[in-house]
């Protein structure tokens, strides 16, 4: 089991920065394949970004693409979104999840384990 909380959510001017964090419980943190997703108002969630358990590779979704960067910190249990160029689009809740597994988890389905979201919100 893992329990992960989100942080670093909150209000912004489109072209500014947020950084959001998310703090995973459990002894097994890097045998995880982490994930950061969004869902608009009347949309369905979608993929942020990707990272495998070894932080070795990540991916994008084209939208973010150069602007949002993923990382994390095994020894700490987190795993983070930076979040530059922010746009009124970008406003969603965001959330971690967690993939059971050693690969780079690209889908909503490959995700065992979900946060609680955290808000995100760029005016213009």
């Known amino acids: 089991q893992v329990q992960l909380v989100e942080s670093g959510g909150g209000l912004v001017q489109a072209g500014g920065s947020l950084r959001l964090s998310c703090a995973a419980s459990g002894r097994t943190f890097s045998s995880y394949g982490m994930g950061w997703f969004r869902q608009a108002p009347g949309k369905e969630r979608e993929i942020v970004a990707a990272?495998?358990?070894?932080?070795?590779?990540?991916y994008y979704a084209d939208s973010v693409k150069g602007r949002f960067t993923i990382s994390r910190d095994n020894a700490k249990n987190t795993v983070a979104l930076q979040m530059n160029s922010l746009k009124p689009e970008d406003t969603a809740v965001y959330y971690c999840a967690a993939a059971v597994g050693f690969y780079l988890y690209t889908s909503f389905q490959g995700y065992n384990y979900w946060g609680q979201g955290t808000q995100v919100t760029v005016s213009s």
């Open positions: 990272i495998t358990w070894s932080g070795g590779n990540a």
